[in-house]
Nanobody
Framework: QVQLVESGGGLVQAGGSLRLSCAAS????????MGWYRQAPGKQRELVAV???????KYADSVKGRFTISRDNDKNAAYLQMNSLKPEDTAVYYC???????????????WGKGTLVTVSS
């Protein structure tokens, strides 16, 4: 089993920045994909960014050029640097991991509990 714990959410003004962290524990050596997803009120959970072994990073069009995902295998952690935040980025952000290379929200093996990001206008 793998446990994921997010941190770094909070309230920020539009145009500001936040950095989310995801700490993985347990059998994290099995993880080939780590990613960030978000869910806004009344909306479905959506992919924000994922990073996969060998394949590299993938971003949602809405965050390209503003968000950067990274992974530190030595620390069993993943990060999401979010810049130029917009009110429409407001959501609960979830860290997820997969033993394979899948990226769909319904496909990921493990999920954190989420951290709230609120962007004020």
């Amino acid at each position: 089993q793998v446990q994921l714990v997010e941190s770094g959410g909070g309230l920020v003004q539009a145009g500001g920045s936040l950095r989310l962290s995801c700490a993985a524990s347990g059998s994290s050596f099995r993880i080939r994909t780590m990613g960030w997803y978000r869910q806004a009120p009344g909306k479905q959970r959506e992919l924000v960014a994922v990073i996969r072994s060998i394949v590299g990073a993938k971003y949602a069009d809405s965050v390209k050029g503003r968000f950067t995902i990274s992974r530190d295998n030595d620390k069993n952690a993943a990060y999401l640097q979010m810049n130029s935040l917009k009110p429409e980025d407001t959501a609960v952000y979830y860290c997820a991991a997969d033993r394979g290379l899948r990226v769909g929200p319904g496909d990921m093996d493990y999920w954190g509990k989420g951290t709230l990001v609120t962007v004020s206008s």
